[in-house]
């Protein structure tokens, strides 16, 4: 089955640092691959998404590339901001099949916890 | 303007009891699901719903039963909860669309609801 695998966290950075957390996945198929980021208390929001191999998404300074030959997604952000302390997911959707339409299914990641200070 | 919203926001209640959580979507999203978020912030999809269709029901105790009564709702009601029942629970949306292009979809989530089984 498909799999999304994070690099263990807590991540804990200075204000300006530069950020990388590695994604690797594992699936049957084509699937497209996210970045959805949990501030606390709140849901999560679509950060970035790429939804096939060597596309780059970037939002928000934050950047990640669907590396097919490594199926990787790594999301790295040059110069990292308080505001940016939040919980980061990734995650992968594939095809899965019910009643013999194929609809797509999120598989996420453990999740990262990333805390910046001042 | 809340496009997903949950209530209620946390629930507190006793072993063997019966409770629901209920979601409803502004977005005009045809599609709609449940997700289990455990206390290492790790997500599981539950069950997802098209159309008031039920398309997606992982491997989930038959006391928890999703309902769709209209594409803007889905439902969950609880039945005996127990301890391992306490977690946060999210409700996302997403557009409609079948096949390949299902899996380039954002989905997008609900607040959480923080259930707590005492």
């Known amino acids: 089955g498909n799999s999304v695998t994070q690099m263990e966290g807590p991540v804990t950075l200075s204000e300006e640092a530069f950020l990388t957390i590695n994604c690797t996945y594992t699936?049957?198929?084509?699937?497209?691959l996210f970045w959805y980021v949990q501030y606390p208390g709140e849901g999560l929001q679509l950060l970035l998404k790429a939804t096939k191999a060597d596309d780059k998404g970037s939002n928000k300074g934050f950047e990640a590339t669907y590396r097919k030959e490594t199926t990787s997604f790594h999301l790295e952000k040059g110069s990292v901001q308080v505001s940016d302390s939040a919980v980061y997911f990734c995650a992968l959707s594939d095809l899965t099949s019910a009643g013999g339409t194929s609809y797509g299914k999120l598989t996420f990641g453990q999740g990262t916890i990333l805390t910046v200070h001042p | 303007d809340t496009a997903v919203s949950q209530t209620p926001k946390y629930l507190v209640t006793q072993m063997g009891n019966d409770k629901s959580i209920k979601c409803e979507q502004n977005?005009?999203?045809?599609?709609m699901y449940w997700y289990k978020q455990d206390s290492k912030k790790f997500l599981k999809i539950m069950f997802s719903y098209n159309n008031k269709e039920l398309i997606i029901n992982e491997t989930v105790p038959n006391r928890f039963s999703p309902k769709s009564p209209d594409k803007a709702h889905l439902n969950l009601h609880i039945n005996s909860l127990e301890l391992g029942d306490s977690a946060v629970y999210f409700c996302?949306?997403?557009?409609?669309?079948?096949?390949?292009?299902?899996?380039?979809?954002?989905?997008?989530f609900g607040p959480g609801t923080r259930l707590t089984v005492l």
């Open positions: 699936a049957t198929g084509y699937p497209s």
């Open positions: 977005l005009g999203h045809d599609t």
């Open positions: 996302a949306s997403s557009r409609g669309l079948a096949g390949w292009k299902m899996t380039y979809n954002e989905q997008f």
